[in-house]
């Protein structure tokens, strides 16, 4: 069975500090958390209590690709004191993906940082948005990456901005199910792209979630960049998931 996480980014507009957010995720069903850039200013031991004393699960870690690049050593010391193996690269600016070159060299980084990160115990994951799904020589440029980048990288899926991109999510999880580990189950207006609730938008909740459950992913991960109320938008997601275990 699956398991459950928000990415914490959904809850960057709740002004507690990062344990007193962990523990209102406690208080659903969800079994763990994601995080973004906020755990870098938080203290870590105190999330690292809340973290034993809740129960919940990292799922994994969002960290930008410059930090790994350039801050190595104290980005890894701290993803793994804090029991993250799994880093994901969360966005890379649309012109990384305007033609083949430049995709070939972005995909040349992306394998240098992974081979560093497998040699120290993490894996390295991509996060798509809807940038990734031009044109690229015939096919999507993500499909281009994921050709040109080393097998061991995973692919964790948006469902939402996949979709919004003009991509088929669910063509995407038969295709890539294997590089697929962690999922952001969101969505978004495909006209606008704009975040919407889950459900709400354009995406094929049920569709989607059969073949997440096909493809063996293991996280189902809840995100919405865009909530109007953080905590009602918390319990929405851990609800809407729950069906799909």
Do not use: K
Not at 200 to 219: I, P, Q, T
Request: overall charge negative.
């Amino acid at each position: 069975m699956a398991r459950t996480a928000v990415q914490l980014y959904t809850l960057r507009g709740i002004d507690d500090p990062l344990p007193a957010v962990l523990e209102s995720v406690a208080e659903t069903s969800l079994d763990g958390v994601e995080f973004a850039h906020r755990v870098a200013g938080a203290d870590t031991n105190e999330v690292l209590a809340t973290l034993e004393g809740t129960g919940l699960e990292v799922a994994a870690a969002h960290v930008g690709l410059d930090a790994l690049e350039d801050d190595y050593g104290e980005t890894t010391a701290l993803y793994d004191e804090l029991g993250a193996e799994d880093l994901v690269v969360p966005w890379l600016d649309p012109p990384h993906f305007e033609s083949e070159a430049a995709v070939a060299e972005i995909a040349e980084r992306l394998n240098d940082v992974a081979g560093r990160l497998a040699d120290d115990g993490f894996t390295l994951h991509y996060h798509n948005h809807d940038q990734e799904f031009v044109d690229c020589g015939g096919h999507s440029a993500m499909d281009e990456l994921l050709e040109r980048t080393d097998g061991s990288i995973g692919f964790e899926l948006d469902l939402g901005w996949a979709n919004a991109g003009g991509a088929d999510p669910v063509a995407l999880l038969d295709r890539y199910g294997e590089r697929i580990s962690h999922v952001h189950f969101a969505d978004a207006d495909a006209a606008s792209a704009s975040p919407t609730e889950l459900g709400e938008g354009d995406l094929d909740l049920e569709a989607c979630a059969e073949a997440a459950r096909s493809a063996g992913v293991e996280w189902y991960i809840y995100e919405h960049d865009e909530p109007a109320d953080p905590h009602e938008s918390l319990s929405y997601g851990a609800e809407t998931l729950d069906p799909f275990r």
